[in-house]
């Protein structure tokens, strides 16, 4: 690619994460669906928050965790999202300047506060989200800053963005800019149910403006409303180059009708799953920047998801770059 600033620019909903164990029980009396995002309101989040324990209070978000661990490979990042004139909005700014992730964007003097999500891990490492938007919707398209999306490599855009509309104008434009820059625009479908509530413009999305496609195997079959080998080979038509993760299972690289089998990286027992395809996205967007081959684009992106789910919290502990040298398994 072309020479530039950045290796990977973020567009994402800008939330601070309080993260807490819960147990089975907990889940079913809250009325929540275990393994599922909910939005909710300020009221409902104060509520959550004074009923857990948190173990990680940090700046997150998916788009965010990504760029992130970017930064932790080595890589140059910048991110776009809105955070209020407040504690946790200060939090979010000064954790990720300290990452190294160019965030220039000021907070807002007025209107909601900085959003947070309620992430409840359970005994079996799945995580339950409970996320208050707040002021990171209010992303609009005079928040992109041409200069900073031009400038990156990869434009990796978040789909849990797309609930409001001006956030979703936002995104379009990040889009274009990308696009007439000649850089490469991916996207990550985020949720099963974000695909409910955008179905059809998430089609379009990844039959359009988007060159790399990031999804579970559950968001796919979800998109595409089949059995999974079938919504595999509807993706591989469809878009350029396509990372499909499955858990356990590992993980797909879809190009040019090619599919790469990328084995899981393992580094102790599970502890919380919260970010592990979050930091899979690091790993191939930072290879890909760097112009490695897809197979190690993908082997760095299973090795930094299996860095993130051996712990608690969506950010590695250990810097990525670590991963660079690391012996094939």
Known sequence: MVDAQFDVVGVGNAIVDIIARSSEDFIVEQGLTKGSMLLIDEARADELHDLVDPEVEASGGSAANTVAGVASFGGRAAYIGKVDHDDLGATFSDDMRALGVDFS??????GPATARCIILVTPD???TLNTYLGVSVMLEPADVNPEVVSAGRI????GYLWDVESAKQAIRKAMEIAADAGRRVSLTLSDSFCIDRHHREFLELVAGPVDVLFANKAELTRLYECDFDAAVNRLAGEVNLAFVTMGADGSLILSEGDVIEIAPERMGPVVDTTGAGDQYAAGALYGLSRGLPLAEAGRLGSLAA???ISHMGPRPRRPLSDFLDWPQS
């Open 105 to 110: 964007i000021p907070p807002a003097s007025e």
């Open 125 to 127: 490492a799945q995580r």
């Open 155 to 158: 434009l990796f855009c978040e």
């Open 306 to 308: 299996g860095e993130v």
